[in-house]
């Protein structure tokens, strides 16, 4: 994958962060200024703070995909109090390739409780 790409697929990402903290009710109410991160392993909607953007790759990241259910299709397997949880230290996958490595985007943003069945 070319680094025009790359970069295009990494700007739609932030995009739909930035589309969801201003068309959320939570974040107009003060949840934090991140977007909404559904958490399928719990089934619950989780507010989050961004905190840091972007980290260096080292220590532990969780995989956050982009396929998930609306408002933003932001999605994770585990969430606070889960086993796997990183403490909203995340990776998106930017180039495809489905490996942590320097094409990726790499961040801090911990997910607010409690979490909630709608988003």
Same mark, same amino acid.
């Given at each position: 994958?070319?680094?025009?790409?790359?970069?295009?697929?990494?700007?739609?990402?932030?995009?739909?962060?930035?589309?969801?903290?201003?068309?959320? $009710?939570?974040?107009?109410?003060? =949840? !934090?200024?991140?977007?909404?991160?559904? +958490?399928? /392993?719990?089934?619950?909607?989780? #507010?989050?703070?961004?905190?840091?953007?972007?980290?260096?790759?080292?220590?532990?990241?969780?995989?956050?995909?982009?396929?998930?259910?609306?408002?933003?299709?932001?999605?994770?397997?585990?969430? $606070?109090?889960?086993?796997?949880? =990183? !403490?909203?230290?995340?990776?998106?996958? +930017?180039? /495809?390739?489905?490996?942590?490595? #320097?094409?990726?985007?790499?961040?801090?943003?911990?997910?607010?409780?409690?979490?909630?069945?709608?988003?």
């Amino acid at each position: 994958m070319g680094k025009t790409l790359r970069i295009v697929i990494a700007s739609c990402v932030v995009l739909v962060a930035v589309v969801s903290l201003v068309a959320t $009710p939570s974040a107009r109410a003060g =949840r !934090g200024d991140g977007p909404i991160i559904y +958490v399928t /392993g719990q089934g619950l909607f989780y #507010d989050s703070i961004v905190t840091a953007d972007p980290l260096p790759r080292r220590g532990p990241f969780q995989k956050l995909e982009t396929d998930g259910p609306p408002p933003n299709g932001l999605q994770t397997e585990f969430g $606070p109090g889960n086993p796997g949880y =990183r !403490g909203g230290r995340w990776w998106v996958d +930017v180039n /495809g390739d489905n490996e942590m490595d #320097d094409g990726d985007d790499y961040f801090s943003c911990p997910l607010l409780g409690p979490g909630r069945e709608e988003p």
